[in-house]
């Protein structure tokens, strides 16, 4: 047996998964999106009615700008976990047990952190609300039902929950930085914060890049959360692709065009992507 | 090194070997589920009620099932459960790849459309002749025709009230209301005095539709909605937007707890059995909640009553209600064991409507002599109410297609938190209506 056929071999069953799984199902609905189908009875082929319509469909681009709108908080917010990270990483004194910590919220299902966020926003008796009570404001908002700040009162758990993820991503990159070259730096009479921009930040951007790329990628198709805390709502003002995709889908029957939506998707989110690849790339990578 | 490499591959086929075992099991399962296999028959049977969330419902269907298999050797009823809406998701996937179980769980009018025009539902008029002819109480079974025919069999009916706290009331020294400006009044003095008048979770949307439902009912009469709904009428009648003004003035009187919009119908719910609120405008399967439920405090439920929907300025009949039948039952017309399936079906609604209201206080869509059974005071009131009914509304987001239906309930959520004015309201109905 050739080397080349073993590794055929091995590659197989991960290239079927992925291939029924993801392949195939990605290209019917591409397929899809030519029908007007409400997801039971026959098909009929309309064309490029659905994408056209999806093009000029105002809740589609509202839901695509809160989309991203996630995606330019997530990608914000890489800076504290960053900042977090390197912190965690010079050895100060419980960094063991804050990485813990930290990671927590990643453990949750996304039901449960809906659900705990949901008590916590709750008008009346949540915490928040009971605090701002508390310290005097008088009529603390009602987080999720009001039009204007719904958005970011579910984005905040949101990026709770990646936090431990990322913060942990910065952590092990960190932590395989050579001490050797700390040392050098140090002796040279550079300050930490010298040593973490200077020396540390450049030697992880290529994992920068990439968790760049998973936020963003991330936000766009972002769903389970908005899904269990509001449903899109009140008024579509927390609809973000992926909720307005399942909507259409599932809830009015019309799987043609929730299809095409969802394809839509899948483009916005690989050029974006590719964006940002091109972005943030650099000639040359820094080697240690 | 030889070693790991033979460890790798062993893995490499095991995981092979899973994915062919996965594919190929299904297969064998599609042939002898729903099939015949030799003499024995098996009726694959979907219900929503899991037993961990509705255990009377559970116990009952499984007694159902064993009295049945019992009475008919030979014929096996396989079962699952699933919770509401995984059931929901489910049966559309099944639907698409053909799959739909021999018996299931459907809602009416709106709903049941695409599945009776693509051919999935089998119309089930002969047993509504011959076994169950009059059983039904009128109106329920017709929720489930389309063009003529009946393709799903009903096991509740349901009116919504408005439950209130009379501890409440009576520390302010309120009655329940007759007339809108006794309403009014009740919420405003309720509001004054930093009670919570109305709990609402606008979050599920059909529960402001139930508002608003009733105010377009005593405003504009019993069927002012249903043939704006139908194309008989439209939904730029006066007392339709009227109806919508007048939402956004209870909204104005802090009729409703804050942050409704946000608040999920099981949240509101929570808060009026906490006493945080005094009202709370309900289907009758609450019942339970505010009789029977032994989890819920006994001085709670005692202080509990229902009145109907007021009416406005004269107007409207405190008789006529917002409600219909809940779940019903389907055959899939693809079924192999379509004659066992409907007389299953036909089992299950007989033995249901006996069982139903006396051990899980739901009340069956057939009909029921009330006053042979011992029931709490509440529920011989509501079937009192039941009975007297000179009208009952489908609930609008069901009678709706459900294209329709999504226009409707954003647009619910859009007037309660005063982002669409009352005219723009109804364009947005009309518009959906008509362009359908």
């Not at chain 2, 937007?241 to 104005?252: F, G, L, R």
Request: glycine content about 8%.
């Amino acid at each position: 047996m050739s080397n080349k056929w073993i590794i055929a071999f091995y590659v197989l069953p991960a290239l079927l998964l992925i291939g029924i799984f993801i392949f195939i199902p990605l290209a019917l609905s591409g397929y899809y999106g030519f029908m007007d189908w409400d997801g039971i009875g026959a098909m009929t082929f309309i064309g490029l009615e659905n994408y056209t319509a999806a093009l000029q469909d105002v809740k589609f681009w509202d839901s695509a700008w809160h989309s991203f709108l996630l995606a330019i908080f997530s990608t914000l917010s890489l800076l504290i976990y960053l900042a977090i990270a390197l912190i965690l990483a010079s050895k100060i004194k419980g960094s063991d047990l804050l990485r813990k910590i930290y990671l927590i919220p990643m453990l949750l299902s996304s039901v449960a952190i809906a659900q705990l966020w949901i008590k916590i926003y709750n008008p009346t008796s949540g915490m928040l609300n009971q605090i701002l009570l508390k310290i005097g404001v008088e009529n603390p908002p009602a987080w999720l039902a009001e039009t204007s700040i719904v958005l970011y009162a579910i984005f905040i758990p949101i990026l709770w929950q990646y936090a431990g993820f990322y913060i942990l991503i910065y952590y092990a990159a960190l932590k395989n930085i050579p001490d050797s070259i700390i040392e050098a730096a140090r002796i040279d009479g550079a300050s930490p914060v010298q040593i973490a921009l200077r020396i540390k930040l450049p030697l992880i951007m290529g994992i920068v890049k990439v968790t760049i790329v998973l936020a963003v990628v991330g936000s766009l198709k972002y769903f389970d959360l908005i899904y269990v805390m509001t449903g899109g709502g009140p008024n579509s003002a927390s609809e973000v692709m992926a909720s307005y995709m399942y909507k259409l889908a599932f809830d009015t029957n019309n799987f043609g065009y929730g299809s095409a939506i969802g394809f839509l998707l899948l483009i916005i989110t690989l050029v974006v992507t590719y964006i940002v690849r091109k972005l943030t790339a650099t000639k040359e990578e820094i080697q240690y | 090194m030889k070693q790991k490499k033979a460890i790798t591959l062993l893995f490499a086929l095991f995981l092979s070997i899973l994915v062919i075992a996965g594919c190929s099991n299904s297969d064998k399962e599609k042939a002898s589920g729903s099939g015949d296999s030799g003499d024995e028959k098996t009726i694959k049977f979907m219900h929503l009620w899991p037993e961990g969330s509705s255990k009377t419902h559970y116990t009952i269907v499984e007694e159902i099932i064993s009295n049945f298999e019992n009475e008919n050797p030979g014929v096996n009823v396989e079962v699952e459960v699933l919770s509401n809406e995984q059931y929901k998701d489910k049966i559309k996937v099944l639907s698409t790849s053909n799959e739909l179980p021999d018996v299931g769980m459907t809602w009416a009018a709106g709903y049941l459309t695409p599945y009776v025009d693509g051919k999935k539902f089998t119309p089930l008029d002969d047993i509504l002749q011959s076994d169950l002819k009059d059983s039904f109480v009128p109106g329920t079974a017709e929720a489930y025709a389309i063009d003529g025919k009946t393709y799903g069999l009903p096991l509740e009916l349901n009116i919504a009230t408005i439950f209130y706290n009379k501890a409440i009331f009576d520390e302010y020294g309120l009655e329940a209301p007759k007339t809108y400006d006794e309403f009014k009044n009740v919420i405003k003095t309720l509001s004054d005095n930093g009670v919570a008048p109305i709990a609402l979770g606008n979050k599920d949307r059909w529960t402001g539709s139930l508002w608003y439902m009733y105010l377009a009912d005593r405003i504009g009469g019993a069927d002012v909605l249903t043939s704006a709904i139908n194309r008989s009428g439209t939904f730029e009648d006066p007392a339709l937007v009227s109806a919508a003004k007048e939402i956004q003035n209870m909204v104005d009187m802090n009729a409703f707890v804050k942050g409704f919009n946000g608040l999920a119908d099981e949240e509101a719910k929570s808060m009026f059995m906490n006493s945080q609120a005094a009202m709370y405008l309900i289907g009758s399967w609450d019942l339970p909640n505010f009789t029977t439920n032994e989890d819920i405090p006994k001085e709670f439920r005692d202080s509990i009553g229902f009145f109907n929907f007021p009416t406005v300025d004269g107007k409207g009949e405190l008789t006529s209600h917002v409600g219909g039948p809940g779940v019903g039952l389907f055959v899939s017309e693809d079924s192999d064991v379509k004659e066992e399936a409907k007389k299953f079906v036909s089992y299950f609604v007989k033995a249901w409507g006996e069982k139903s209201v006396t051990q899980a206080g739901v009340i069956p869509a057939t009909k029921l002599d009330a006053s042979s059974l011992e029931l709490p005071q509440m529920y011989i009131d509501v079937l009192n109410e039941l009975s007297n009914a000179t009208n009952i509304t489908l609930f609008a987001d069901v009678q709706m297609s459900p294209e329709v239906a999504e226009v409707h309930l954003t647009q619910i959520q859009a007037l309660f938190g005063k982002e669409a004015t009352p005219e723009d309201f109804a364009k947005k109905h009309e518009e959906a209506l008509s362009a359908q």
